[in-house]
């Protein structure tokens, strides 16, 4: 029999959950072996001092996640447990962008044959990573998420929601939320990082007078993050940055440097200058967020963290069960735009 739950008056899941959280742990560490006959209802309601509701709700969970069995007369009973030497993974991610997809292949990739991977996206929605989580949070040995979520969030509700993993199960990308209990983290410091790559390049920054930030039209808390690191930089250098939030409304100002936060925004930019005799990397610079193989042919100066390296970084916490909380790295990559 197992020891009395301790309930935490302060945990928001409902107290089946509780109870079916427990027996799924001790199952799956072997303290319940296959075959190992569970208290009957009636015994789990005087022991735990709960409702016959919640008990049958909390075998019911336990049923539906494949941990245990009933037969009729014989009462509930521990299921014979499909162990596999692979760990299963589930990887959650804000949305699948061509970085995102990096993360994630170089993070299946450093695993290799150690681990089964699946994804799932849930489009900066917080009430869409509840669903996900709902599903599946049982069946996985870890989840690692990006937590990225649309503008307006309420920050109390996202943190509740991920909450709901079990913070030996979490790793966390990308970007770090505090008061999260999180063991494995790989983030990336949108301040401190931003400011930093910036300021490396002030030597081609000084060849223009003006500075604007082209802002995506669909934000989301990662493009306001790197807005206010932008405006960081531009408090602690003295320099005046401006906000445009649509790209399709500017006419290209000589002697100003843009800051490009969308690569669909890029592609607009470049287009509006084609009709204009102003030349880039002379007259105007451009610097792109986050690289990729055709910025580099475009020759665009690029500030971005290493996302195949976040990925390959997860994968070694998880592999040699390290519990480190890692910045990831970011640079600037000077090229013929600025």
Partial sequence: MLDPISFDPKNKKSIYIQIAEIYISKIEQGILPQDTLLP???????????????????????????????????????CSINRSDKLKILCILNNFSLFKQRIYYSFKNALGSKADVEFQVYNYNPFTLKGILENNLWQFNYIVVTPIFESGSDLATCKSILKLIPESKLVIL????????????????????????????????????YRAVILPRNSNQLTEMIEDGLMKFGKETNQKIKSIHNVLNIKPTKGTTYIVLSDEDLVILLLKLKGTDLKIGVDIGIISYNESELKDLLDITVISTDFKKMGETAADLILNNKNELIKNPFRIIKRGSL
């Fill in 40 to 78: 009957s209802v009636r015994e789990l309601k005087k022991q735990y001092n709960v409702s016959k509701d919640t008990v049958e709700r909390a075998y019911s969970e336990l049923k539906k996640r494949g941990y245990i069995n009933s037969a009729l007369g014989k009462g509930y009973f521990v």
């Fill in 174 to 209: 990308d970007k770090f939320i505090p008061d999260i209990p999180c063991h494995k983290a790989v983030v990336q410091d949108f301040y401190t990082d931003i400011t930093g790559a910036l300021i490396n390049a002030e030597s081609l920054l000084s060849k223009y007078q």
